[in-house]
Every structure is written in C-alpha cells, then in structure tokens.
C-alpha cells in the first residue's frame, strides 16, 4: 500500500508490436477495468520492447515501487518470447520446467515434446501458476509479479486467476456529471472551486467533440461514495451558476 | 542516437482515465505509425496520472535517455490539466504566457480572457509552439520534448508538425510471412535459426486465433532494405522444409 492507503499496481506490456505500431494495445485497458471492482488501483503502466535490460529494468523499477506488477506478452515458444527469462534475472533466480505444465504438455503432444514448447514450462525458481482457461500453457505468479500471454483472448483469461491471489482496498467509485454545450474554458473556474473542497476526491475533465455537439464529461471518483454522491449535486448547482447544461449519469460509461 | 545509431522516442501519457480504464488509449499507437517512416525508433511508452510526481519523474527519465520525448494529455484549460507547470518544472524553468497564443486567444475570444483559458497559454521559458490544425490552442516543444493535447483528432493534428522538427533516422522496413495452421510451436526452431543469422533484423512471432483459422504472423524488420528481402526467402525455405504453408505479404497490415 502506498502512503494513502491504496493498493496499487502496474501494468508492463511487452513487445517490439506494441511500439512499432503493428499492435494496438488493448490489455492495458481491459487490466485497468478488471482490477477496479478488487479496489486494486493501476497507478502506471510502462511499454517496453523484446530486449532485456528493457525489460528486467522495468520490471525492478515497477515491483519495487508498486504492491502488484502485471505483465503481457512474451511467453510463447519462439525465440522473441524471453519474458520468463527476463523476470528469472530480475529476481536473481533460475529458470526450471514446472512438473504441472510439462503433464500438461505430455497429455496434449504426447511424451515427446520439442525444445521450443518446453520453454513454455519453464517457471521461476520459486513461483506459482496463473491459470490459463483458454488454451496453451499457464502464466505464472513470481512473488508480486503476475506474468500474463500477451494475446488479448488468452490474457483476459488468465487475469481472472489474478484477481483472488491479490490483497484488495476500497474500491473507487466514479461517477459522471455530463455538460453538453459549454466549453472546458467556461466550467474551469466552478469545477476547481469544487475540487479544491473535496481534497480526497479526484475531478477530471474529458471534453468531447463530435456529430452530436461538444462538451465535457466531469468525472468525480472518490473511495467515500457518500461524499461523491454529495459532490455531484455541488458540482451541478455549481454549474448551474455559470449557466451550464448539466447532465447526471452513473459511470463509467 | 543510441549505440547503434538509431534515432529514438519515447511517449508519455498523461492522464487518470487511461489508468482508471475510462478511456482506451490510441495515440501511443498512431504515434509510433507516425514515427516510423521518419526512421525514428519508438523504443518506450509509460502512462502516468495526473498528478507531478509521477510526471515529472517519468519525464526526466525518458528525456535523458531517448532522443525524443512525446507526451499527450494535461494541456486543457481545467485545473487536473497540469502538464505543462510538469513539463516547465522537470527543466527547472518557468512559464509565461506565449505572445503568440494570447492574440490567438484574443481573435477568438475577445480582449477578456478568463483565467482558466489564460493557462492554456502558458509555455515553458525557452520552448516554441507545436501547431494545431485542428481547435484550441497550440502544443509546444521543449527541447527534446513535444506536447501535444490528449485528444485524438487534436493530438493527430498537432503530430503533424512533430515529424519535421526531428532529427530523422534510416527508416526500418518491415515484411511479413504469414503461416496459417502450423502452431507456433512447431515453427519456432526454423524462425530462431534464421533470427540467429540475421542479428542486425528483428524477427517476431505474432500468433493468430480465429474463425478464419490459427497460424502466425512472422514479422521482419531491419533497416536494410536487401537484407530483409532476402530473409524472407530464406524464411519460407526454412518454413517449407518443416511442412508449414507460408505466405509472403508486405507488412505493416
């Protein structure tokens, strides 16, 4: 936990794909919605590509910093996936073929397995599995690093093995006060004046452009949900006086 | 330049809805297409929320060790947009109100200019406008370091003017081989042979899953153009000689 409190975690998403542009990211999004309900919140998230002083220094700055890491990618049997290997030496441990996967693979390819697909039973020197309900081998757990596929269908399936090996905090909870025709320039002023009497929360503005008109969602969050309720009914009346259309909505959207 | 003569970057998110899941990010991923015929190497990417701390740590970090540093989000007028006070403190600078955006603010708004509207134009002692094509007031740059609006449609615009400020690099080509109903695991040993005689390019493995079938996608990159071509012979060789069907295709996709 951090100084308030909080428990916190980071995302770090492997892979040359992601920062050549060949891949648009969806797993750090779809990790960010996942842990909200756990009361888990994703305080950063790094990017990195397959060479390891990149990852392994991510990876130590993250896990020294944060409650919980969680990776993506690098994980199956080619030579570019060196993630298991990467947190090996992060953690200043070997590698070792985990006896659960390797039965795994001798049911699925029979006894004879090639090298490349023993790769993927290799675990961490004292690390735990993730299980996988989609298909292949498991992720693993390496003390506070939980090591995920970086392909979105097979990740997302992994990550709900995550979230009950995790200690969880109060949840946050956001709610919307929508603005339809007035610019972020002319509510600027009511917004503070509001944020500034509610320290503990957290007031975001997200204006909108589009077909149906312009705008801005204010986003109240806060883990007391009584004072966000208390606080979306001050930010109304407070747009209210600089003439404002405000709308209520629950979020997130 | 790194070691190898690679002109890099690094993009910096800024903002709570992207760690909070609110929002997906997408201007990490036309960034890095942006960069690329500009031969300069997206190498990193960090997400962080909107408070100084976290961004000005991050900032100085990236800064000092990539060639260029992009950041999107945190210039609007309300007061969680708090990139710019980052930026001018990460340089030890201080900022003032840039002559060129007032008269910009003062054709579309009028002599009177609220205070909210006033921060936006705020720019860091020694730093120059970034152009925007699109609304509102323009990004700025930083020494090595552009900032540009979290907007998608706006940051795209402001992009625009990014590329020709930069010193640019040998553009990396890239070429795709597409094997469709081999599993990874059974092509990974011809893929790392020929990796392993082609140092200088890089070779990914991007498996497939879907109605359509399974397979992967066999992604080589480099900088020399002759070199890639020439590997993705080799690699089909390599594919044909253990039974996977291969199909060449120009990559990006």
Redesign the interface.
């Known amino acids: 936990m951090d100084s308030q409190g909080r428990v916190t975690a980071a995302v770090l998403v492997i ?12 797993n ?6 996942y ?2 309900p756990f009361g888990v ?10 060479n390891p002083p ?1 990852i392994i220094g ?1 990876l130590n700055a993250l896990r020294s910093t944060y409650d919980y890491v969680i990776t993506t990618g690098g994980i ?6 060196i993630t298991a290997d990467c947190v090996a030496e992060a953690f200043g441990v070997e590698l070792y073929e985990h006896p659960d996967i390797l039965a795994m693979m001798h049911a699925r ?1 029979g006894v004879e397995i ?4 023993r790769r ?1 039973a290799r675990v961490p020197v004292g690390g735990g599995l993730v299980n996988n309900p989609v ?1 292949g081998p498991p992720g693993f757990q390496m003390e506070n690093v939980f090591v995920l596929a970086g ?1 979105p ?1 097979i990740m997302r399936g992994m990550l709900e093995d995550v979230g009950p090996k995790m200690r969880t905090g109060a949840v ?1 909870v ?1 709610q919307t006060v929508r603005v339809e025709g007035s610019p ?6 009511p ?2 004046a509001v ?2 009497a509610h320290p503990a929360l ?6 909108f ?1 589009g077909e149906g008109g312009f705008g ?1 969602n204010l ?1 109240i ?1 806060g883990r007391n949900a009584e004072e966000v309720e208390a606080t979306v009914d001050e930010l109304i009346a407070a747009l209210d006086g600089v003439g404002a259309k405000a709308i209520y909505r629950v ?3």
């Not at 919140?41 to 397959?50: C, F, I, K």
């Open positions: 892979g040359d794909e992601i920062l050549s542009g060949r891949t648009q990211d969806t750090l999004n779809a990790i960010a919605r842990l909200a919140d994703l305080a950063e998230a790094r990017v990195v590509g397959d990149d991510a199956g049997p080619t030579h570019d996936d390819w090639n090298a490349a697909r993927m298909q392909v269908m946050v956001a972020e320039g002319a509510i600027a002023a917004l503070e944020a500034k957290s007031l975001g503005s997200y204006p452009f801005s986003v969050r979020a997130p959207e």
